[in-house]
């Protein structure tokens, strides 16, 4: 039973444009949730986070948005840079619990 | 650098056989996790310690098992190894997360299992 699932395998974006990643989760329990980014050969990097008494959160480039009601989560990116390539991971908490992670979305930046 | 050490970075070993791999958390973290990716896969959660108990326990098989040492560091320890056992696997490290806060976890860089 997936908890956390991100639908979007992969996506390609153009650099400089706006880069969307989506993350779905069945637990109603979870009350914090997590995006990590990982390049290949390295361990996955907090980026951004949000608690679920917010709706969004923004830190310069990466904005999270979260929908409780149709537990749904997003991350922006804008503008996107090549930089950016990378396997983005959604992970969802509750106190006291592990982090549960989606499958990953492999973001690619084309300059 | 997360703060996250994993010992070691790559290890190749025979079917049968049994490896230690090892974590030490960021300094003043109480909780360490253990986590396997397989192939470019998601992150599967094995098994999480709480300063030096277990506390959760996710898709860990029987030939696995960990344990976290009153300096907190952590080992988990593979047996019986099988080529479908290759992959990475992940320490990561958090603050006390049952004060209730909103805490995220660190990661290592993984070690790199290869099973012949």
């Known amino acids: 039973d997936q908890q956390v699932k991100q639908n979007s395998p992969s996506l390609s974006v153009q650099e400089g444009r706006i880069s969307i990643l989506n993350c779905d989760y069945t637990?109603?329990?979870?009350?914090?949730f997590l995006w990590y980014k990982k390049y290949p050969a390295e361990g996955p990097t907090f980026l951004i986070s949000?608690?679920?008494?917010?709706d969004k959160n923004e830190d310069g480039r990466f904005t999270v948005f979260l929908n409780k009601s149709a537990k749904h989560l997003s991350l922006h990116i804008v503008p996107s840079q090549p930089g950016d390539s990378a396997v983005y991971f959604c992970?969802?908490?509750?106190?006291?619990?592990?982090?549960?992670f989606g499958g990953g979305t492999r973001l690619m930046v084309k300059p | 650098d997360s703060g996250v050490t994993q010992t070691p970075k790559h290890l190749i070993t025979a079917t049968g056989q049994r490896v230690t791999l090892r974590c030490s958390p960021r300094?003043?973290?109480?909780?360490v996790y253990w986590y396997q990716q397989s192939l470019d896969q998601g992150l599967q959660f094995l098994i999480q310690?709480?300063?030096?108990?277990?506390?959760a326990k996710g898709n860990i098989l029987e030939r696995f098992s960990a344990q976290q040492f009153p300096d907190l560091h952590s080992e988990l320890n593979l047996s019986s190894l099988e080529l479908g056992d290759s992959a990475l696997y992940f320490c990561?490290?958090?603050?006390?997360?049952?004060?209730?806060?909103?805490?995220?976890?660190?990661f290592g860089q993984g070690t790199r299992l290869t099973v012949v």
């Open positions: 949000i608690s679920s008494i917010k």
């Open positions: 310690y709480y300063n030096g108990e277990e506390r």
């Open positions: 990561a490290s958090s603050e006390d997360p049952f004060r209730g806060t909103d805490t995220e976890a660190f």
């Open positions: 300094s003043g973290d109480l909780s």
């Open positions: 992970a969802a908490n509750n106190a006291g619990n592990m982090l549960t």
């Open positions: 637990n109603s329990m979870f009350d914090y």
